[in-house]
């Protein structure tokens, strides 16, 4: 069955960076792209990143961009966020998701990520 | 950007209850649209890709229609399994996906 597992959440400090990682399986992981979305506590969904199946387009919300980016390693069914200059204001759960055609139709359980001095 | 307007915020309803939900995009996004349900704690679950197509295994007491800007997701009967917040989502611009605000349902 299809599976999403991410990784790599914690608490940081502002200014710190973190890599999440996000490792698939159940489905060709190469023929599908990636999405990232997170929820601060309380919040609604943002939508944060996505990456094509091949990796040669990577898309970012402006509140990202230039902090943040996306990588996947299609021979080890991987994906990862790295997330620079982080901010307070990116704490949330971070999910990805499988891509299929204009929606994200399985999704991982979740990571939080903290930023707080 | 495109902005998803959705309203309202949240309702509370009686089971078996029509409930109602709109999503209002601020440009023509033609068909391009999601929904999704959140139950607390969960990850998001696809109900409804492409306006109107019931995603594998979704109960048909879950309905979307709408086109352009204007779309409205549907319930028909609610059951108590249903309590969740659920969201819009536009995909019209790839390079900038956007959710709706979310509707939180309560039961009466």
């Known amino acids: 069955q299809v599976q999403l597992v991410e990784s790599g959440g914690g608490v940081v400090q502002p200014g710190w960076s973190l890599r999440l990682s996000c490792a698939a399986s159940g489905f060709t992981f190469s023929h599908y792209g990636i999405q990232w979305v997170r929820q601060a506590p309380g919040k609604g969904l943002e939508w944060v990143a996505v990456i094509w199946y091949d990796g040669n387009n990577k898309y970012y919300a402006d509140s990202v961009k230039g902090r943040f980016t996306v990588s996947r390693d299609n021979s080890n069914n991987m994906a990862y966020l790295q997330m620079n200059s982080l901010r307070a204001q990116d704490t949330a759960v971070y999910f990805?998701?499988?891509?299929?055609?204009?929606?994200?139709?399985?999704?991982?359980?979740?990571?939080?990520?903290?930023v707080s001095s | 950007d495109i902005q998803m307007t959705q309203s309202p915020s949240s309702l509370s309803a009686s089971v078996g209850d029509r409930v109602t939900i709109t999503c209002q995009a601020s440009q023509d996004i033609t068909n391009h649209l999601n929904w999704y349900q959140q139950k607390s704690g969960k990850a998001p679950k696809l109900l409804i890709y492409d306006v109107s197509n019931l995603e594998t295994g979704v109960p048909s007491r879950f309905s979307g229609s709408g086109s352009g800007t204007d779309f409205i997701f549907t319930i028909s009967s609610l059951q108590p399994e249903d309590i969740a917040t659920y969201y819009c989502q536009q995909y019209d611009n790839l390079a900038a996906l956007t959710f709706g605000g979310g509707t939180k349902v309560e039961i009466k």
């Open chain 1, 96 to 114: 990805c998701a499988r891509y299929n055609s204009g929606h994200e139709d399985f999704w991982g359980q979740g990571t939080l990520v903290t």
